[in-house]
């Protein structure tokens, strides 16, 4: 009990003696033994911890060589080739290798081919050498993770002696970070415009919640113009047009619909701009978020970041 208050007397003496300092400047009445103190701070961002996390799935790699055909030449009486020799694999995407990205951040995979040493003169080229794959949309789910393929063709002749499986070299797949990957490129260099750099995220409202999720793929047109095409859904609550949350990522950071003012409506055939905050103003209603579409119709949307004051987005209805 000793040690309790003593602990206790020693609170109540360092309060005192912080409570006389900040109120060096407070004139307290003799008659009052209390004074009021303002109380402020600032609010601080709590920090991610990203992680990664890819699948790799691969077919069986075994694969056949054909020998060239022959076909019975009358006017030489020789067996002349009508077809190549070939390589072709056991079964339909045998040869497949499929990578999907559920990191929190872009993810590039990267294939090369190391021949044995018994079979050095069989090579096999990738119709893939990497795929670049966006980080998935926050809380979507895990069937519409980013996902690319990578197809193995094989070269190079193999020995009428092996009519059993072989192993004549090993693959590997390489993982590493890319949260640059098809960022801008200023410099004229090349733009993958089949890989995914980022996506579409459209939020069905219904009785005021969210709970249709669209994710469609952006792919980058040019250093700094983007491209999306989707289709238009609607739930039978709605009718046929739906008003549709929008987000879009594009190599990590988020774009929001915004025009100044009252809340706006995204409608095809139209462009509206785009700020990297979701209320720039600190005003909700200056957040214009809603895409008008109507089920069953296809849309592109067209993003062009070329000036960074001035981003927008273009809507167009193709059918």
Not at 193 to 206: C, E
Request: some cysteine.
């Amino acid at each position: 009990m000793k040690k309790f208050l003593t602990v206790y007397l020693s609170l109540v003496f360092l309060l005192s003696s912080a409570f006389m300092v900040s109120a060096a400047d407070t004139n307290i009445p003799s008659s009052s033994g209390s004074a009021s103190f303002d109380v402020g701070g600032k609010y601080v961002s709590g920090t991610n911890t990203d992680t990664y996390s890819v699948d790799i799935i691969w077919g069986s790699m075994t694969f056949e060589y054909h020998s060239a055909d022959k076909v019975w030449d009358p006017s030489t009486h020789r067996f002349v080739e009508s077809n190549a020799a070939r390589w072709t694999p056991i079964t339909e995407d045998a040869n497949a290798i499929t990578v999907t990205n559920h990191s929190s951040k872009p993810i590039t995979a990267s294939f090369s081919y190391t021949p044995s040493a018994s079979y050095p003169n069989i090579n096999a080229t990738f119709d893939n050498n990497t795929l670049n794959l966006a980080a998935p949309a926050e809380g979507s789910a895990q069937n519409t993770a980013p996902t690319g393929t990578s197809k193995i063709t094989l070269s190079g002749a193999l020995s009428s002696t092996a009519t059993q499986n072989v192993t004549f070299g090993s693959v590997t797949v390489t993982i590493s970070s890319s949260s640059s990957s098809n960022a801008n490129n200023s410099s004229g260099g090349t733009v993958d415009t089949s890989t995914p750099v980022g996506y579409l995220n459209l939020f069905d409202k219904n009785n005021s919640s969210y709970d249709i999720n669209e994710q469609y793929n952006i792919y980058q047109q040019s250093s700094s113009i983007y491209k999306v095409e989707f289709q238009g859904t609607a739930d039978a609550a709605l009718g046929a047009e739906a008003s549709m949350d929008t987000l879009i990522c594009i190599n990590q950071t988020y774009y929001y619909i915004y025009e100044a003012g009252t809340p706006f409506l995204f409608s095809p055939n139209s462009t509206v701009k785009l700020s990297t905050e979701k209320y720039p103003d600190f005003e909700e209603s200056s957040y214009n978020k809603i895409t008008a579409v109507e089920a069953g119709k296809s849309y592109i949307m067209t993003i062009d970041l070329t000036d960074p004051n001035n981003m927008t987005a273009t809507l167009t209805e193709v059918s």
